[in-house]
């Protein structure tokens, strides 16, 4: 049922925070690298989730193939090049199954992040189901587990108390922000359109700080600024004449830095407070450029800073955070009787359709034999035939339910308990009877005794 279903991926657990840019996939590249890959590894679902704490593939082949382990052909996706003997398996971890699906629901309610209850998680993981139906990748099962993932991450955000304080890496951010500027007050820059930069504007207004977006893109700077009536420019005009700001939060999905060095020159000259700017960069890879920070004296917060420093209370937050575990445990027979109702609905009304056709046939043949019947006659057989395909039908559907919900394959235990207690009685009672009885019952159903 969820076998089908596998994760591969890696963390800020394994290299880092901000040694997870080398293995994103560019954007230019990124959809017709998934399409091959999913095409040569014959799946028939995928889903690529890029945060500033992960990147992972999850994916799901079709029900009659296992799992495999992807992580060598994985690591060559996103690498770019052919692992040595062990290296993918020892970088990348990987989940199968209910495994797969509870690790998702995790991430989505942000238990797995280094801040744990990090809220922009699920906007990233819903992101990653976009662009898997954008590509004809996300099919019934990928489907059904996003779906449950989003509304775990929404109970856990309006039901439990994990999403009180700080539990943003954004929010993390900001305090490095608020206490350089409770020293120098100033103008803030937020470079990129991002959950991360629209998180720091909504803070930076509530706390009436001024500050600029800066994009690319003029008018998608346009669009965030006016929704805080703050001023807004491209990110040529910035870098070619910056504006007096004492902090530079930069979030965006450039592969180079948009702070370089003749840049940095510049800001360097014209604060406010005649320091050299703090620089907040959020991006992965980074935004703002390493080495030029450390010849001007600029001090730089990066991603694996942020993320070290979110980690310092993690186990504190672990210990708020059992309400929200349960909400995740709850989901996982929850999201058995989705699959078993969505996925194989077809299989249970193939199974009715096939014995409404045996039954009707019969009832056919019946009709046949006993010569010419007046159309009442003929309308009550007619309707005794839908009667009993629906009945011929019901044991062997509602016991495959059992056995797709309570398995493991196979199991007599599972199958009957998908059943009323009358029907799973008599059936037990039939199976586990003394050998003679058992011998007798064949005899009469063999049509050669």
């Known amino acids: 049922?969820?076998?089908?279903?596998?994760?591969?991926?890696?963390?800020?657990?394994?290299?880092?925070?901000?040694?997870?840019?080398?293995?994103?996939?560019?954007?230019?590249?990124?959809?017709?690298?998934?399409?091959?890959?999913?095409?040569?590894?014959?799946?028939?679902?995928?889903?690529?989730?890029?945060?500033?704490?992960?990147?992972?593939?999850?994916?799901?082949?079709?029900?009659?193939?296992?799992?495999?382990?992807?992580?060598?052909?994985?690591?060559?996706?996103?690498?770019?090049?052919?692992?040595?003997?062990?290296?993918?398996?020892r970088t990348f971890k990987a989940w199968r199954g209910e495994g797969a699906c509870e690790h998702l629901f995790l991430v989505a309610a942000g238990l797995d992040s280094a801040a744990v209850g990090e809220v922009e998680i699920a906007g990233q993981v819903r992101i990653a189901r976009d662009r898997a139906g954008a590509l004809g990748l996300c099919g019934p099962l990928l489907s059904l587990v996003f779906e449950e993932a989003g509304r775990i991450a929404a109970a856990v955000r309006d039901g439990t108390r994990l999403g009180e304080g700080s539990v943003s890496l954004a929010e993390v951010a900001m305090s490095h922000v608020r206490r350089r500027l409770a020293r120098t007050p100033g103008t803030v820059a937020l470079i990129g359109i991002s959950a991360m930069t629209e998180r720091a504007a909504l803070s930076l207004a509530k706390a009436r700080v001024p500050f600029v977006v800066v994009n690319r893109t003029p008018d998608n700077a346009r669009a965030l600024a006016e929704r805080f009536d703050v001023p807004s420019m491209s990110l040529a005009d910035f870098r070619r004449s910056p504006p007096p700001v004492e902090v530079v939060l930069s979030a965006t999905g450039s592969p180079e830095p948009v702070v370089d060095a003749q840049t940095l020159g510049r800001f360097v000259g014209v604060t406010g407070s005649g320091e050299p700017p703090l620089g907040v960069d959020m991006a992965v890879p980074a935004d703002i450029d390493v080495e030029a920070c450390s010849r001007l004296g600029v001090l730089r917060i990066g991603m694996d800073e942020i993320v070290h420093q979110a980690e310092s209370n993690r186990e504190a937050r672990l210990l708020a955070a059992a309400d929200a575990r349960t909400l995740v445990d709850e989901a996982l027979p929850r999201l058995r009787?989705?699959?078993?109702?969505?996925?194989?609905?077809?299989?249970?009304?193939?199974?009715?359709?096939?014995?409404?056709?045996?039954?009707?046939?019969?009832?056919?043949?019946?009709?046949?034999?006993?010569?010419?019947?007046?159309?009442?006659?003929?309308?009550?057989?007619?309707?005794?035939?839908?009667?009993?395909?629906?009945?011929?039908?019901?044991?062997?559907?509602?016991?495959?339910?059992?056995?797709?919900?309570?398995?493991?394959?196979?199991?007599?235990?599972?199958?009957?308990?998908?059943?009323?207690?009358?029907?799973?009685?008599?059936?037990?009672?039939?199976?586990?009877?003394?050998?003679?009885?058992?011998?007798?019952?064949?005899?009469?159903?063999?049509?050669?005794?």
Request: glycine content about 10%.
């Open 1 to 89: 049922m969820l076998d089908e279903l596998g994760i591969v991926g890696i963390s800020w657990r394994q290299v880092g925070t901000e040694a997870l840019a080398d293995y994103s996939l560019a954007a230019g590249h990124r959809d017709a690298r998934l399409c091959e890959f999913a095409r040569a590894e014959g799946l028939t679902e995928l889903a690529y989730v890029e945060t500033c704490n992960r990147v992972e593939i999850i994916f799901a082949g079709k029900p009659e193939t296992t799992v495999r382990d992807l992580r060598v052909p994985a690591f060559e996706l996103l690498k770019g090049v052919l692992p040595s003997p062990g290296q993918a398996e």
């Open 337 to 449: 009787d989705k699959v078993v109702d969505r996925v194989y609905g077809p299989l249970f009304a193939a199974l009715q359709k096939h014995y409404h056709e045996a039954a009707t046939t019969a009832v056919g043949r019946l009709a046949k034999d006993l010569g010419e019947l007046d159309a009442e006659t003929r309308r009550r057989l007619d309707t005794w035939a839908k009667s009993l395909g629906r009945r011929m039908a019901h044991l062997p559907t509602v016991g495959l339910k059992g056995l797709m919900r309570y398995g493991p394959e196979g199991s007599l235990d599972a199958f009957l308990k998908g059943l009323d207690a009358e029907r799973r009685g008599l059936l037990r009672e039939a199976v586990q009877g003394d050998e003679s009885q058992t011998n007798t019952s064949e005899e009469a159903d063999d049509p050669k005794a």
